[in-house]
């Protein structure tokens, strides 16, 4: 119990702050090896919020296509 951390929210007022310089940097640096594993990432994870998504019987007009 001595490391006990508090965080009191975020440093910008938009929470992608973050996540759009680290895009910014990988688009400067040109590092398709990190844009690679990031687009198989976020992939997986459309693919676990599209199976939820139409468990939880919400469906779109692209479902049927």
Do not use: P
Not at 12 to 22: G, I, P, Q, S
Not at 25 to 52: E, F, G, P
Request: charged share 30%; with cysteine; glycine share 4%.
């Amino acid at each position: 119990a001595d490391n006990i951390e508090n965080f009191d929210g975020e440093k910008y007022d938009n929470r992608m702050v973050n996540e759009f310089a680290a895009f910014a940097a990988i688009y400067k640096k040109n590092d398709l090896a990190a844009c690679r594993k990031l687009l198989k990432h976020s992939h997986a994870v459309m693919q676990v919020m599209t199976k939820l998504r139409i468990g939880a019987g919400i469906k779109f007009s692209a479902d049927a296509q």
